[in-house]
């Protein structure tokens, strides 16, 4: 459709919307977006969105976030400088992990939780600074 | 010849010089004119400063201050310009010598660093010993406060010169005059000084020398001579009694100087025999404490059972009294009688028929264990001369007083009399190592030289001839008291070269002088043997009982604390933080009370809700004389007896917080220790004790402290079941009942490399008297944070000792039998009982090897040594405090504030003087780091670097402590549990050692061994 | 219309509502003045504010000397008031995490200001830590940062360094939570605001949100994984703290049962918090018609439930204490030994606030009435301060052993520091009341018609939520600044 036309649309109403979105994708008409001040349920199928990904880079982060916290117990506790602290067996990872579960426990929920969201604006192009 | 030749830098020099003097002119800016507008006032209201100037001294000024700001404050270490043989910078040196200051005297070593003293060790070469008091000498060395800098007249400056000739002349006059002189000293037991006052009294015949000592003990020695012929004190070798029936004599304390050494020497248990030591006491004092049996009696009952003992005994039948503990008497009887020559009787009442009395006893005992041959010179005091002499004065007959290191003035019960007499006496010379009362009020002040600046010598028993040499260079213009004596009886040699013909004329006959000033001392041969005369002690014993059955009222006896003996060191902060053993009071003295009494006269103790003990004031009367002094209720103390220490309540010139006490002085009517027909009544008013432990029993948790009797101990298998009495803790394994110390969570780490520091502390051996914690304080540079802290529980003690009280209810099964429910059992369990045993628990940092402080410190600032120790990084630790409350032994210790250069804690560690005590192998903590026992790895660590440059093993027993060589019992043994030698590797093993709170399995490198004592069942 | 729920349930939106009225009640505050009431209360807490930052700086000066600790008492008010706010700081979260797994649409009105709470309360908290050491310059060294020392790292074994971790990622988590929660709201403030000066402001704020359909699908993917990770996490936190002492050797300290019970008891404060602060911001920021009895009931439930764990707790440490039989279980916190003790006082008074008051929520009056609850929120507040005094406090008085055992008596610093961060707290919170979108419209919106009062009244009588359709003239429409406000 070269010669084409936009139609900007106002609704007052999520249903409506919603119901517009169906007929309009049932004509075969593009939508080129839909903004709305609420999160309006089913909308994203409506307008065939493909679902989202970011659910798993949460989890790969997560995984990295255990391993840096592996990594940095075993070479600050074990490797680099092994005290006898305690009595706490320094001289081995696997010994001496139950008191490390915490520390890994918490940089997996880290890892996870900023860089999802940093992950989250840059796709959607949210950031400080940026106009709307 | 001169040359006019002219030298220049450049051409333009040569050829136009002029532009070269504008250039020389530019090169130096011309100076801002300050003083025209900084200096007095109106020229700075005149000032021509434009503003283009003030511009620049802003801008200066702030530049400056600013640089200035960015640097931190710099202090400049001189380097030795030439270098001291005898010195090498780092490495400390020690010197054999002697402590004599009148009432304390050892033998003892000093270790100095860059020629500055900073520790007192005991002589053991010399069976030198240490108390609390001798350690803490060095640090009186240092008090810039009370130590006197030049010579005086009246208060003003004078050079020795000038004073010499004016005393030399008013002495001629007072010669020619025929009026009488009179040298005050204190006990010297110098040789060589009493040959020098001989000599000056040659030189004056109108001298006289009277010898006053504080603490009289006179009595004894008045006895000595009307039985033996001989004015001094015996010697009792308690190693070899087998019963000791003491009266009184706190001969743990400060009893003819105390005897510590030998009696722990005669309580080995592994020997298989203990001495039974019983003690007849109204005051709970240290010996009390340590006795087997302790019986407590009234001082009135104490004479009337010596009494009872002595007719028991020699079969006569002085009339005396029944006292309530007749019976014991008549066990101590057959037991002594039954001891026969090692048996032995002391009494500590201060009257010449009851020291008369008990010597009479032990002459039936025909006991080995006094000694009256080589007996002892360190109290020589005579009240008669001094009460003769007081006469005098306020009669005007003397014209002349010469005092030398004593201070009637605070120290004498009739101070107003001595001080009237003193305005009497035309000339009055104060020859004085520190500022006091008595030196305040004499025309001429002569500093003399602490003991550890001075030569001399000493003999406190007639074996052993100590010497005393300097080992630091004067730090004021001081002379000693010998060098003034033999100036102004004309003779010209110096004192050193005096002592030194002396020594080798007299004593040394032969041998070194040179071994004889190394060694410190030079043990002699006795040549006379003292016999005993045979005129009958009986009269002297019925006045004593006619004299004592007057006694009515209150009965007051008067004692001596370990910490502050007769006050001569009372402005000395370690001696004053350092705790009461028994009490646990520190920065006080107090009236001991019964619990009966005080709460028939309502006094009391209550725990504030900061932890602190206040308590009321009462008013103590004593024929006429008042003091008010508040009240600590002190159970073991006699029914109708209170007890009040001496040597406290020292104010003229002493800081405001170290004017802290009550002066008992002026209750020590005719230098009796017991006053009868006391009155005491209670006054208004709440004090403030400085007490550093609150709850006085075990509280029923006997893991801690684990006692058994001499049978138990010979017959008993210490992990039995039932009657076991060094239980370990088991825990179930497996399902089976096994010893906690054999399983382990996780691999140990190994810990067979290299020394392996283990310190063994037999609580048998530990009389608790102290020497330990004030040596620590030295060796370690603990600060002293004062009265108002130690009172909210911030002494920072690395090692303390701890003092438990036994209770009625002792334990569960005590409780089951009693039926009491389990709340009355636990109140039981914390209230002490009337007349409790007691028990000490020296307690510093355990070294655990599974150290609950390390594991929780964030930053890894505690962490665990190769050799054991548990090693605490100060400047890594960021002051969480978590360690302190994880610990279970409760030895770390936090720095609240700033204690170094701080005027809240204006100490020691506060002035220029003080400081030169410091160790400086030992870092001095800064505020907010937390602090503790190290096991003194500065000294652990030199012991190898030693060993090392003498390219050679660490010797067996070679590592010690300060704690451990301080000790005057050998109760505390350090060494390395690799070395098979070493005494603490057995030690270790040995069938009576624990860990305290083994059921929590820290592992501790510090052992404990079961405190045993000698029932005397079969 | 979103999923159907049945018309008997009560309404979580009062009154007559549109999606209009709801922007409007919502940017009010923000948009209008604040009143005299808010600036009394601004005032009073930023004086004592102020007074807690003098002690603060007082000790920071002196030393930690100038509190009441002593040698066997190594921790008292400093720790207890740690523990007690970050307790508080667990409501929040708790609630926009867990109740959004639960899919509790009640939490919607109240989720905003528990988060604003959670973060306040974890900023005093985090305060404690670090100014009661004895060299809080030096701080940072329990960060595992590279050092000029070399090998020199923090020690991981130490539950201090667990809660360093801990504390931190859940401010941060729950920061970045609350905030991306916001973005749609300040976008809403932002395209409403006629001052140039507030636009600014909030575009700043709202990052740039225009609300497209695929940033709507990610931000609830988002939220959902958030409340995911945010969970375990919340649960995780005062596990840790409780750690601290769970880990320790102290009798009454050393204690499995504290992670579980540690947990309940700070949601049992946190929700008594959330309580005491809506009770006051219903009304100062007239929100009546969004948080209702029915919020308030249902928060009373949760209050209940956990306050029962909590009192389960306190009945087996005392059981444990006495059936051990150990003379050194004898003093615990909760024990004989502590009703009998010198801190019998707190250790009823623990009793009295946290056990006894909370049951009156039994009874529906009570649970259901603004007055009471505010009332036993407080009390609860206070209850939950002195368990934390009572087990550091009183576990600390009575040490291994008796020569150890001592007293605590607090100075006017430990209290003033105390008052400040109270203070500190509620100049925030204002702050935020103020300045913030307290309800979080977006998702309250979508709720609107299944749980508003007015759509549920018309579905009664059959009505569709739909709307006919009404055709808009444009050219009215367009001197609006936005395209997305859809009213």
Redesign the interface.
């Known amino acids: 459709m070269g010669s084409s036309k936009v139609i900007h649309a106002f609704y007052n109403d999520d249903e409506v919307l919603l119901d517009a979105v169906k007929t309009v994708k049932a004509a075969h008409h593009h939508i080129e977006e839909v903004f709305c001040p609420f999160p309006v349920h089913g909308l994203d199928k409506a307008m065939g969105l493909a679902p989202t990904r970011i659910a798993i880079t949460a989890f790969m982060y997560g995984i990295t976030g255990l391993s840096v916290a592996i990594w940095m117990t075993n070479y600050m506790m074990i490797q680099d400088w092994p005290q006898d602290i305690g009595g706490k067996p320094s001289f081995s990872w696997f010994e001496n992990m139950p008191a490390f579960v915490p520390i890994m426990f918490e940089l997996t929920v880290f890892f996870a939780a900023h860089l999802m969201v940093i992950t989250f604006y840059m796709r959607s192009k949210i950031w400080p600074f940026r106009k709307a | 010849m001169a040359s006019d030749k002219k030298y220049w830098k450049s051409v333009e020099e040569l050829t136009n010089s002029s532009f070269v003097e504008t250039l020389s002119k530019n090169e130096f800016v011309q100076e801002i004119a300050t003083d025209t507008f900084l200096g007095d006032k109106e020229t700075l209201a005149n000032s021509s400063t434009s503003r283009r100037d003030f511009l620049k001294y802003v801008g200066f000024t702030t530049a400056a201050a600013t640089l200035a700001a960015c640097e931190g404050p710099v202090k400049k270490s001189i380097p030795y310009v030439v270098k001291p043989n005898d010195i090498i910078a780092g490495v400390a040196d020690w010197y054999a010598t002697s402590m004599a200051d009148g009432y304390d005297f050892a033998n003892i070593l000093v270790k100095t660093r860059e020629g500055r003293p900073i520790q007192i060790m005991p002589n053991k070469d010399a069976n030198g010993t240490t108390s609390a008091r001798v350690q803490a000498a060095v640090l009186s060395l240092y008090d810039e406060k009370l130590r006197l800098k030049n010579p005086t007249k009246a208060g003003e400056k004078i050079s020795w010169i000038d004073a010499d000739k004016e005393i030399g002349a008013a002495l001629n006059k007072l010669k020619e005059a025929n009026t009488p002189v009179v040298l005050l000293t204190g006990t010297l037991a110098s040789p060589s000084t009493e040959r020098i006052i001989q000599e000056f009294i040659v030189a004056y015949p109108n001298v006289t020398h009277v010898i006053y000592d504080a603490i009289s003990e006179s009595a004894a020695a008045d006895a000595m001579l009307a039985m033996y012929g001989k004015r001094a004190l015996p010697k009792y070798h308690l190693d070899k009694a087998s019963v000791i029936v003491s009266f009184g004599a706190d001969f743990l304390g400060d009893f003819h100087g105390g005897f510590e050494k030998q009696y722990v020497a005669g309580r080995k248990p592994e020997t298989g025999s203990m001495s039974y030591h019983v003690q007849f006491e109204s005051n709970m004092s240290l010996t009390g404490a340590n006795a087997d049996k302790r019986i407590v009696a009234k001082p009135s009952d104490q004479i009337f059972a010596l009494i009872n003992l002595f007719n028991a005994i020699t079969g006569s039948n002085v009339p005396s009294q029944a006292t309530p503990v007749d019976a014991q008497v008549k066990q101590m009887a057959a037991a002594l009688k039954k001891a026969g020559s090692k048996g032995v009787v002391m009494t500590g009442i201060n009257e010449k028929n009851a020291q008369l009395v008990a010597l009479a006893i032990n002459n039936a005992l025909n006991s080995e264990i006094i000694d009256v041959n080589n007996t002892l010179n360190i109290r020589q005091g005579n009240e008669a001369d001094v009460n003769q002499l007081i006469k005098d004065m306020n009669a005007g007959k003397v014209g002349g007083l010469l005092t030398y290191n004593v201070n009637p003035l605070y120290s004498l019960p009739n101070a107003t009399e001595f001080a009237n007499g003193l305005k009497k006496v035309s000339l009055t010379v104060a020859l004085s190592t520190e500022n006091n009362e008595t030196v305040n009020t004499s025309n001429y002040v002569l500093p003399t030289s602490h003991f550890l600046e001075s030569w001399g010598d000493t003999q406190f028993d007639e074996m052993t001839y100590g010497l005393m040499q300097p080992t630091i260079q004067p730090l004021f213009s001081t002379r000693q008291l010998q060098d003034t004596l033999l100036g102004w009886s004309g003779n010209t040699t110096k004192y050193y070269e005096y002592l030194k013909g002396f020594a080798s004329t007299t004593i040394l006959n032969g041998s070194s002088w040179n071994t004889a000033l190394h060694n410190g001392f030079f043990t002699r041969e006795i040549t006379t043997a003292t016999i005993a005369s045979e005129n009958s002690v009986t009269d002297a014993a019925i006045q004593l009982s006619n004299i004592t059955k007057k006694a009515s009222g209150f009965e007051l006896q008067l004692y001596t604390k370990t910490g502050l003996g007769d006050g001569k060191q009372a402005n000395n902060p370690w001696l004053q933080e350092f705790p009461d053993p028994i009490t646990r009071a520190s920065w006080d003295n107090y009236l001991t009370m019964s619990i009966a009494d005080a709460k028939q006269l309502g006094f009391t103790n209550p725990?504030?809700?900061?932890?602190a003990i206040d308590g009321d004031y009462a008013k103590v009367s004593v024929n006429g004389k008042e003091v008010i002094v508040p009240v600590m209720i002190q159970p073991g103390q006699a029914k109708g007896s209170v007890g009040l220490s001496l040597g406290f309540g020292r104010t003229f010139g002493f800081k405001e917080e170290m004017q802290v006490g009550v002066n008992a002085y002026p209750l020590y009517v005719n230098a009796n220790n017991i006053q009868f027909g006391v009155t005491i009544e209670k006054v208004s008013g709440t004090h403030q004790f400085a007490c550093t432990?609150?709850?006085k029993?075990?509280?029923?948790?006997h893991d801690?402290l684990k006692v058994a009797s001499l049978k138990e101990y010979k017959s008993v298998d210490p992990k039995d079941h039932h009657h076991g009495w060094n239980k370990p803790s088991y825990v179930s394994y497996d399902h089976k009942e096994v010893e906690a110390n054999t399983i382990d969570l996780?691999?140990?780490?190994n810990r067979e490399l290299g020394h392996h520091f283990n310190l063994s502390i037999d609580l048998t051996s530990c009389t608790g008297c102290g020497a330990c914690v004030v040596a620590c304080h030295a060796e370690n540079n603990v600060p002293v944070v004062g009265k108002r802290?130690v009172r909210?529980?911030?002494?920072m003690h690395w090692l303390?000792i701890?003092?438990?009280y036994s209770s009625e209810v002792e334990t569960r099964e005590d409780a089951k039998e009693l039926g009491l429910s389990?709340?009355e059992m636990?109140e039981g369990?914390?209230t002490e009982a009337e007349n409790p045993e007691v028990t000490f628990?020296p307690?510093m940092c355990q070294h655990?090897?599974?150290?609950?402080?390390?594991?929780?410190?964030?930053?890894?600032a505690t962490?665990?040594?190769?050799q054991g120790q548990n090693q605490m990084t100060y400047n890594?630790?960021?002051?969480?405090?978590?360690c302190?409350?994880?610990c279970?032994?409760?030895v770390?210790?936090?720095?609240?504030?700033?204690y170094a250069n701080n005027n809240e804690f204006d100490f020691n560690m506060n002035n220029e003087y003080g400081k030169m005590v410091l160790n400086p192998d030992v870092v001095v903590r800064s505020?907010?780091?937390?602090e503790k026992c190290s096991m003194c790895i500065q000294m652990t660590q030199a012991t190898i670097l030693k060993a090392k440059k003498e390219g050679r093993a660490v010797n067996t027993d070679e590592f010690e402590t300060a704690c451990s060589s301080a000790c005057t019992t050998g109760a505390l043994v350090f060494g390395d549990v690799n070395n098979r030698q070493d005494k603490v590797t057995a030690l270790a093993k040995d069938k009576r050692a624990y860990n305290?709170?083994d059921y929590?399995q820290?592992?501790p490198n510090v052992i404990y061994q079961v405190k045993i004592k000698n029932t005397n069942e079969a | 219309m979103s999923h159907y729920e049945a018309p008997i349930r009560e309404p979580l939106i009062l009154g007559d509502k549109s999606y209009h009225d709801i922007t409007e009640d919502i940017a009010k505050p923000i948009e209008g003045k604040a009143n005299k009431n808010w600036y009394m209360a601004f005032y009073i807490s930023l004086a004592a504010m102020l007074w807690g930052f003098g002690c603060i700086f007082y000790t920071v000066g002196t030393g930690i000397g100038v509190w009441g600790l002593s040698k066997n008492i190594g921790w008292a008010w400093d720790i207890t008031n740690f523990v007690w706010w970050v307790g508080i700081g667990h409501a929040g979260t708790l609630i926009s995490a867990v109740l959004l797994l639960f899919r509790q649409k009640w939490r919607m009105a109240i989720n905003r200001s528990a988060e604003a709470m959670t973060i306040f309360a974890v900023f005093q908290a985090g305060l404690f830590p670090i100014i009661h050491m004895g060299r809080p310059w030096n701080a940072f060294w329990v960060l595992p940062i590279p050092n000029q020392f070399g090998s020199l790292w923090v020690n991981f074994n130490s539950p201090l360094l667990w809660d360093v971790f801990a504390i931190s990622t859940y401010l941060s988590v729950s920061l970045v939570f609350w905030w991306t929660g916001l973005l749609p709201d300040f976008a809403m403030i932002r395209d409403r605001a006629v001052k140039p000066f507030q636009k600014k402001i909030y575009s700043l704020l709202s990052f740039g949100w225009s609300g497209r359909a695929k940033d709507w699908q990610r931000f609830e993917e988002v939220s959902l994984v958030l409340a995911g990770l945010a969970t375990p996490l919340v649960l995780s936190v005062h596990t840790i703290v409780s750690m601290d002492f769970a880990t320790s050797i102290n009798p009454g300290w050393h204690s499995t049962i504290f992670p579980p019970y540690f947990v309940a008891g700070a949601i049992f404060s946190g929700f008594a918090m959330v309580q005491t602060l809506l009770g006051i911001m219903r009304k100062v920021t007239n929100m009546e018609e969004y948080i209702t009895r029915l919020h308030v009931e249902y928060m009373n439930i949760v209050i209940i439930l956990t306050g029962g764990i909590v009192a389960v707790a306190y009945a087996t440490e005392f059981f444990i204490a006495w059936y051990t039989g150990s003379p050194y279980e004898y003093y615990t916190y909760l024990s004989v030994g502590a009703a009998t003790g010198p801190y019998a006082w707190a250790f009823y008074s623990l009793l009295l606030f946290n056990i006894a008051i909370p049951q009156l929520l039994w009874f529906k009056k009570i649970r259901r009435s603004f007055i009471a609850s505010f009332i036993i929120s407080i009390a609860i507040n206070i209850g939950m301060w002195f368990e934390r005094f009572d087990i550091i406090a009183i576990v600390l008085s009575k040490g291994h052993l008796p020569s150890t055992w001592w007293r605590f008596e607090p100075t006017f610093v430990d209290v003033g520091i105390f008052i400040g961060t109270i203070g500190f707290f509620f100049v925030l919170f204002l702050l935020y009341a103020r300045t913030f979108p307290v309800i979080a419209q977006a998702e309250v919106k979508t709720i609107l018609k299944s749980s508003g009062e007015f759509y549920k009244k018309r579905s009664e009588q059959g009505i569709p939520t739909k709307p006919a359709i009404v055709v808009l003239d444009v050219e009215k429409r367009s001197d609006k600044s936005d395209k997305n406000d859809t009213e």
């Open positions: 725990v504030k809700d900061n932890g432990q609150v709850q029993t075990i509280a029923g948790r801690i996780w691999d140990e780490h802290e909210v529980g911030r002494d303390r701890d003092r438990y389990r709340a636990y369990l914390e628990q307690m655990c090897n599974h150290a609950p402080c390390e594991t929780v410190c964030p930053v890894a962490t665990h040594g190769r890594r630790c960021v002051g969480t405090r978590y302190a409350n994880n279970p032994y409760r770390r210790r936090f720095n609240w504030f700033n505020r907010g780091v937390m305290v709170l929590l820290t592992k």
